[in-house]
């Protein structure tokens, strides 16, 4: 009975190293009529993949950008470095992997709906998950 007793103590008092890489779920809106979401904070976080659960007209998914402010009106598209536009494959119901080494250095975001060049409005509003890990 000792023994149980002093593996016990030993089990409780090894130290549980502290969680470095943390995710978050955040929620974007597209309105009804438009083709751009709502802006997400960044911070030390880097979108990992995006839910879509709701009917959504066929459209590619690409990415605005600012530095200064969420609040802030001039969101540019953003491109990788080889010229081309980021962007991610989604559909009703698609649950899309990103590359978070593409948003390394970006503070805020928003999701649009086609290309920079070629919106596609969404006729209904679209509440899409996007979710991030601390790096």
């Known amino acids: 009975m000792k023994s149980i007793f002093l593996l016990l103590v030993f089990l409780f008092t090894i130290p549980v190293p502290a969680q470095t890489n943390s995710t978050r779920v955040d929620t974007v809106i597209i309105a009804a009529g438009d083709s751009v979401s709502t802006a997400l904070s960044l911070g030390d976080y880097k979108p990992i993949a995006i839910i879509n659960d709701t009917v959504w007209t066929n459209a ?44 390394a250095g ?26 991030s890990k601390k790096y």
């Open 106 to 131: 970006l503070q805020y975001i928003k999701l649009k709906s086609g290309l920079h060049n070629a919106a596609v409005i969404q006729p209904y509003k679209k509440v899409l998950k996007v979710i």
């Open 60 to 103: 590619q998914l690409t990415f605005l950008a600012a530095h200064n402010s969420k609040a802030d009106s001039n969101y540019k598209p953003v491109f990788n470095a080889d010229s081309t536009q980021l962007i991610a494959k989604t559909a009703a119901k698609y649950y899309t992997i990103l590359d978070p080494d593409k948003f």
